[in-house]
């Protein structure tokens, strides 16, 4: 039996964080740093649970992102992964309905940097690749993030108008900045 549940990073004990760390680490081999482990917490997560193991997680964070004269309360999005021999049996919508209905809830907007692999899965659930170029406020100023230009999505909601042609520049963090 699977069983989605969300919960603040406050609220999850160190026994679920352990188990969703590993299975970032086992996804993303050693491609997932402490860094991007950081990234991922501090905001509500999606855990999708079966028969007592954890088989998929993601979750929102809050950053700003500067786009269109105004600073956006953005819901970005962080360590999206489903155990691999748990794919393509709808748990990965899942997960990013439960985000996606905080992101509608309490954000402006909502981001995310894509893996190459996961294009399409975005794609297919109405977030919007970003076709402008991306840039990052950075402690010594404004920088371009060249790299990121073909990762980043974003999912606009109807209260704020987005240009995906125009700049857009996400906040200072330390490792992969998008
Ligand atoms: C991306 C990922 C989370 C998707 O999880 P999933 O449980 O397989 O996704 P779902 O079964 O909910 O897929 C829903 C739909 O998304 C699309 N989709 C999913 N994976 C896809 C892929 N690799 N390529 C293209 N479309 C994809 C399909 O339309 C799919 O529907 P379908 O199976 O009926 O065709 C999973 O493949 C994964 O963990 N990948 C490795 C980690 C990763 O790259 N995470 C993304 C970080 S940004």
Redesign the pocket.
């Known amino acids: 039996m699977t069983e989605l549940r969300t919960a603040h990073t406050a609220d999850l004990d160190i026994v679920t964080l352990t188990a969703a760390r590993t299975l970032l680490d086992t996804?993303?081999g050693g491609d997932m740093t402490d860094q991007d482990w950081e990234h991922a917490l501090g905001g509500i997560h999606a855990l999708l649970w079966e028969d007592g193991e954890l088989i998929?997680h993601?979750s929102v964070v809050q950053r700003r992102v500067l786009h269109g004269g105004r600073a956006l309360r953005t819901g970005y999005?962080e360590?999206?992964?489903?155990?691999?021999d748990?794919?393509?049996?709808?748990?990965?919508?899942?997960?990013?309905a439960a985000l996606e209905r905080v992101i509608r809830g309490g954000f402006e907007l909502g981001a995310?940097?894509?893996?190459?692999?996961?294009?399409?899965?975005?794609?297919?659930?109405g977030w919007r690749r970003w076709q402008g170029l991306t840039w990052a406020l950075t402690p010594l100023g404004i920088a371009r993030t060249e790299e990121d230009d073909d990762g980043v999505f974003v999912l606009p909601l109807p209260e704020v108008p987005i240009d995906l042609t125009a700049e857009l520049v996400c906040d200072w963090r330390d490792g992969d900045v998008w």
Do not use: N, Q, W
């Open positions: 996804v993303f998929g993601a999005v360590g999206v992964v489903v155990r691999a748990r794919r393509r049996r709808g748990h990965g919508a899942a997960l990013m995310l940097s894509a893996t190459e692999e996961a294009l399409g899965f975005y794609a297919d659930r």
